[in-house]
């Protein structure tokens, strides 16, 4: 009785007879209903939607990308290509309500806008769903005050503020002067209306907004109040300039010169806790990176063993068992490689996706750390971000362009070939079958836009899709990384790294290094020097205080040769500097601007690159450094001995690096491979 009344209303379904919800669709298990009505409705569209996910377009979330569609279908009962934004907002929303998950809605709007429907609307739901940037008035009105002329008033500021401001810096000040200015104030006395604020009232609200609703102190009370004294005084300004609109304004400002006395002291003990952290995570930064190259390492063991063993076989690796999860028949998600650990108790994992987040992780910290890029800096990078220089001396040099972020100003960082290396691999892992890196329009959390299509770097799959990686997902990758890699200050304290803590360690060892402020402040994209003095973590800080009185009484005597820009020579002998320091087994990598500390003894120094076309001088040295040790032994020179067993071992580590560099050249992470 109860197969007969499925099939029944199964064929009422496919006949449109009867139109159910979303709810009763979804918990109903009406199996082939789907199928069948597709056969006999728009049977045209729903044939051109399989045909692109035969094609590969659809991904793990195929099947029930099509049956959102079918189920869309069913309860609107409009034709698929008249279905809008609205519609699949009606299908989210019923999903969410009733628990059911809604992954595969991204991919079925995009299925249904390469079958020709959703004319005119963005090329995916995100980009379709999102507002853009909101006009200053519907940004104001998002702390609703209650007085309209108020309103007004700030709307119209704002405005004119505007103009000099980018959107997250307008986003900020709004919510400064309205929320945590006015609307307090409308909160706390009830019925005010005018800027000319009594004692009483400017005094209680200075002594509220100094600490945050939890209790804590607000360590940015000084952008408040000095956010607040500047609206008063350019209100106070224009009333000036425009009378007739800005006049009845103009109030004695609530925040005063003894308010904001403090704010450079603020400043400067926020600037020496930026600094103490650069030193505290500079020691513990080798630990980071070996604990991710360690991961990478071990992922890529588990998944490449586990793709290799049958589902709900055991297989070990480094040491540890692991069991591979699901079945082979499976056709949820056929490319996934779940694993359980049984050494350990611990859930099941995805294989591929502790690969990926591996990858990802050691790839940002890479270049993060190489280059001083801030991670908006760091997510724009693109294919096209790679360079070449030809050198006078005919070397070319691979060069990464920067694309304008904070500061609006371009620039060009030399790649050294460990950058080089790492931008290599990522390309190689990009890479679709077509060899092109794929073209993907990045959104801008900061300024609340897309971005034009480009053939991004720091690209992965994400929910079906390919995606630029958000800025979040990075810091969610490198916190996790130091929390299991156990990085600890020496007090026990956890210690954990953001983006920008990798710029201020560039900053720090760039110009602890001997490398000119002023041409790390080109490097870093900063317009001004003490912007860049500020990030700059010098050791001790006796040092610090001494060198700041010595350049302040320089700057006196000499402004124009301490602090200007770089002249086109002394920029260009920054550029050419990499090819002056070409050796016999390789290239030197000393600081630039410092002489060779190891009176060319390269076996022995550290800053020595191997090159591959050396290796067999080198293992000649190798050679005669054996036959001299013999020698040595023989004549009883223990001096000798000893200098020449030291040489030994500085070989050996040589060999290893020239392994190293094999292994990068045989995965195609040279420069020319990764220009390609």
Same mark, same amino acid.
Request: net charge positive; with cysteine; proline share 6%.
């Given at each position: ?48 939607i ?24 069913i309860?609107?009962?409009k ?32 299925l ?39 309103r ?21 000040h ?56 500047a ?18 304004? =103009? ?5 005063? *010169? ?5 704010? $450079?002291?603020?400043? /400067? +003990?926020?600037? @020496? %806790? ?21 991961e ?13 063993t ?20 499976s ?19 995805? =294989? ?5 987040? *591996? ?5 940002? $910290?890479?270049?993060? /750390? +190489?280059?001083? @890029? %801030?991670?908006?800096?760091?997510l724009e ?36 070939p ?56 990075? %810091? ?54 003490n ?5 700059v ?38 550029r ?82 020239a ?18």
């Open positions: 009785m109860r197969n007969r009344l499925t099939l029944g209303l199964g064929m009422l379904i496919t006949l449109r007879a009867i139109r159910p919800s979303y709810a009763w669709l979804s918990s109903s298990r009406l199996l082939g209903v789907y199928e069948s009505y597709r056969r006999h409705n728009q049977a045209e569209v729903f044939s051109d399989e045909r692109n996910v035969a094609s590969g377009k659809g991904g793990e979330y195929a099947t029930e990308a099509v049956n959102a569609l079918t189920r869309m279908a309860v609107t009962s034709p698929l290509r008249e279905l809008g934004l609205a519609d699949f907002d009606d299908y989210a929303a019923t999903r969410q309500a009733i628990g059911r998950k809604i992954a595969a809605l991204p991919m079925a709007y995009e249904l806008r390469a079958a020709g429907g959703l004319d005119g609307l963005p090329r995916t739901l995100r980009e379709a769903r999102s507002r853009g940037q909101l006009s200053v008035a519907e940004l104001v009105d998002r702390y609703p005050v209650e007085n309209k002329a108020i007004d008033v700030l709307v119209h500021y704002l405005v004119e503020r505007s103009a000099t401001l980018d959107y997250g810096s307008l986003v900020n709004v919510q400064v002067l309205v929320d945590l200015f006015w609307r307090d104030l409308e909160r706390h006395h009830p019925g005010i209306s005018s800027l000319h604020l009594p004692d009483a009232v400017a005094q209680a609200w200075k002594q509220r907004i100094r600490t945050l609703p939890d209790g804590r102190p607000r360590r940015t009370v000084h952008t408040v109040l000095l956010a607040v004294r609206f008063y005084l350019d209100l106070l300004q224009w009333s000036l300039e425009d009378p007739a609109r800005w006049a009845q304004w =103009a109030a004695p400002s609530p925040v005063g *010169a003894n308010d904001i006395h403090g704010y $450079i002291k603020e400043t /400067r +003990r926020r600037k @020496a %806790r930026m600094q103490q952290r650069t030193r505290t995570l500079i020691p513990v930064l080798p630990r980071l990176v070996a604990a991710a190259e360690d990478l390492g071990n992922a890529g063991r588990v998944l490449a063993t586990a793709r290799d049958t589902p709900g076989q055991e297989f070990t690796v480094a040491g540890r068992r692991y069991r591979r999860a699901g079945r082979s028949t056709k949820w998600r056929p490319t996934a490689v779940f694993v359980v650990p049984l050494d350990e108790p611990g859930p099941r994992f995805d =294989a591929e996706r502790l690969e990926d987040n *591996a990858f990802w992780t050691l790839s940002a $910290i890479e270049v993060l /750390r +190489r280059t001083g @890029a %801030r991670i908006e800096e760091l990078l693109t294919h096209l971000s790679l360079r070449q220089y030809q050198a006078p001396a005919g070397e070319m040099v691979p060069l990464l362009q920067i694309s304008p972020s904070k500061t609006d100003i371009e620039r060009v960082i030399p790649a050294d460990a950058l080089v290396a790492v931008l290599a691999r990522v390309i190689r892992r990009i890479k679709g079958e077509d060899s092109k890196v794929p073209l993907l329009s990045r959104y801008d959390s900061y300024e609340r836009v897309f971005g034009p299509t480009l053939p991004h770097l720091f690209q992965r799959v994400t929910h079906h899709r390919l995606q630029v990686i958000p800025p979040d997902r990075v %810091r969610e990758l490198l916190a996790g990384l130091a929390k299991r890699a156990g990085l600890a200050d020496v007090d026990g304290t956890p210690l954990k790294f953001t983006p920008h803590d990798f710029r201020r360690i560039f900053a720090t060892e760039t110009v602890n290094g001997g490398l000119p402020i002023h041409i790390a402040a080109k490097l870093l994209g900063h317009l001004d020097l912007t860049t003095q500020g990030y973590a010098v050791y001790p800080e006796e040092v610090i205080r001494h060198y700041r009185q010595f350049v302040a009484q320089r700057r006196n005597h000499r402004p124009s040769d301490e602090y200007r820009e770089p002249t086109d020579a002394e920029w260009q002998e920054f050419d500097h990499f090819s002056l320091r070409k050796v016999a087994l390789g290239q030197c990598d000393r600081p630039y601007g410092t002489p060779c500390q190891h009176e060319s003894a390269c076996v022995r120094c550290p800053m020595l690159r191997m090159s591959l076309s050396q290796v067999p001088r080198l293992l000649e040295i190798e050679r005669n450094t054996h036959e001299r040790l013999d020698e040595a032994h023989r004549m009883q020179w223990l001096g000798e001995v000893a200098n020449l067993k030291e040489s030994l071992r500085h070989i050996a580590h040589k060999k290893h690096q392994e190293r560099l094999h292994q990068q050249a045989d995965h195609g992470e040279s420069g020319d491979d990764a220009l390609a």
